[in-house]
């Protein structure tokens, strides 16, 4: 055969590849022996039961660091290979892409402002991404103040206030002449309820920067049926920690599930004040002090009235109102940087650093209760959050890239496809 014949076969072989035509070529990649897990004086092993199969790429322009987006993209329920994403449009202002990414097409919803005709609402920090990332809640400003914005691809943004109630349209205010109190506020794991409440005026905050003050309630916002309600009534806390400082609290958790809620809030370790969380129903909220890691990197488990927070690689289980030692669930890497548990406990996906890179790392239990360790993907610098599709045979990867030919952020959704074998004996 010329050498024309072999570069034409060549590039045949690697067009059917390419497509998904040829034969599965595993590129999984195991890079850890066997090691004892001293925690749980156990066995982590490497095991070959998930194989990931295919390796995609979606870069789009991510939305400005400053606006502290944890989260933009969601894997598409209704169809296969498609996306969810929320991003900045190339001649300015936000947009929602639907994107077919194996070809990089995509069709786009502009976020409107709010006016009719208007592109460009202003966005106050954070940018909450709803987990099917068809939603977002932001902060606005008008006349009185901070206003509570949530917009959606096929609905009118709804404007909340404090109370609980939805504003109108109403008037701009120039920036400096509001008065800074803020909301917060977080979409629970489904994505389909928005808690929020708001803060306690800076005036106030400053004489009693030893409470945790919620002067308006706690609310939560319902995208089906657009109903409001109080999840819990106007309370305050004494904190133990320097009355000094202003400490500063972030909802870093809030879920619902069957009437029950719970929020979890982190302070600054410099203020001295525990962290908190909150739970219950629709009466006064049950309070516990803890002792949370920097990055708890917190996931909750409300079906078990639990959540899951990370600790030095160390992923606990820790139930709500119980005080003592958590339950450890596996020892992955004190380098770990992110976790997702699967529904029934039995996985757990990880971001892990190492050196210079981060591996995307699986952990499967067997009924034996051993650990096995596989590496999925090696090199995921910039992961923001991971995502597992229902069937859990797809994870979504969303990162930053560091781009030096781009003025602008740029995003990345990694997406691994992959088989499974049988659970390992």
């Known amino acids: 055969m010329n050498n024309r014949k072999k570069t034409a076969a060549l590039l045949a072989a690697c067009a ?10 595993p590129v999984t990649m195991n890079l850890e022996e066997v090691r004892l897990n001293r925690y749980a004086d156990a066995v982590v092993q490497t095991m070959n039961e998930y194989q990931v199969i295919r ?15 944890n989260r933009t993209a969601s894997i598409y329920r209704a169809e296969p290979e498609k996306i969810c994403l929320f991003t900045e449009r190339e001649g300015g202002g936000y947009e929602w892409r639907e994107v077919h990414y194996p070809y990089g097409f995509y069709d786009a919803v502009q976020l409107q402002g709010r006016e009719a005709g208007s ?16 939603a977002i809640a932001y902060q606005t400003m008008d006349e009185n103040g901070y206003v509570l914005a949530v917009s ?16 109108g349209d109403r008037a701009m205010a120039a920036e400096g002449e509001h008065r800074w109190n803020h ?4 979409w629970s794991a489904d994505g389909t309820m928005l808690f929020y409440y708001k803060m306690a005026e800076s005036e106030q905050s400053v004489s009693s920067a030893h409470y945790l003050s919620l002067p308006y309630g706690v609310y939560s916002y319902d995208r089906a049926s657009g109903q409001i ?13 320097d009355v000094s400082r202003v400490p500063a609290a972030q909802t870093v958790a809030a879920d619902s599930n069957e ?9 600054d370790d410099a203020s001295g004040c525990p962290d908190v969380l909150l739970w219950g129903g629709e009466s006064e909220p049950q309070v516990q002090f803890l002792s949370l890691p920097e990055n708890p990197c917190i996931q909750m488990a409300l079906e078990e009235e639990a959540y899951y927070y990370q600790e030095e690689g160390k992923i606990q289980k820790a139930r709500l109102g119980v005080t003592g030692q958590p339950e450890l669930i596996v020892y992955t890497d004190p380098g770990l940087q992110s976790f997702l548990v699967s529904s029934d406990g039995q996985k757990v996906f990880t971001v892990e650093k190492r050196g210079d890179t981060e591996d995307i790392c699986l952990y499967i239990c067997d009924e034996k209760k051993n650990w096995y360790k596989q590496i999925l993907y090696v090199g995921a610098e910039g992961t923001r959050s991971i995502q597992l599709s229902e069937d859990e045979l797809k994870l979504l990867i969303e990162g930053r890239v560091e781009s030096t030919s781009q003025m602008r952020t740029q995003s990345q ?3 691994l496809e992959f088989y499974h074998e049988e659970t390992p004996d």
């Open 259 to 267: 009437g029950l809620t719970a929020m979890i809030f982190l302070f």
């Open 413 to 415: 959704a990694l997406i």
């Open 16 to 25: 059917l590849l390419a497509c998904g035509c040829g034969r599965r070529e």
């Open 119 to 134: 592109v460009s609402p202003l966005l106050i920090a954070p940018i909450a991404v709803a987990a099917d990332a068809n």
């Open 152 to 167: 959606e691809t096929d609905k009118r943004t709804v404007f909340l206030d404090e109370s609980g109630q939805v504003l």
């Open 229 to 241: 309600m109080q999840v819990w009534e106007p309370l305050e806390l004494k904190l133990r920690g």
């Open 55 to 69: 390796t995609r790429r979606y870069l789009y322009p991510g939305v400005g660091s400053w606006l502290d987006v």
């Open 183 to 186: 909301f917060e506020y977080g």
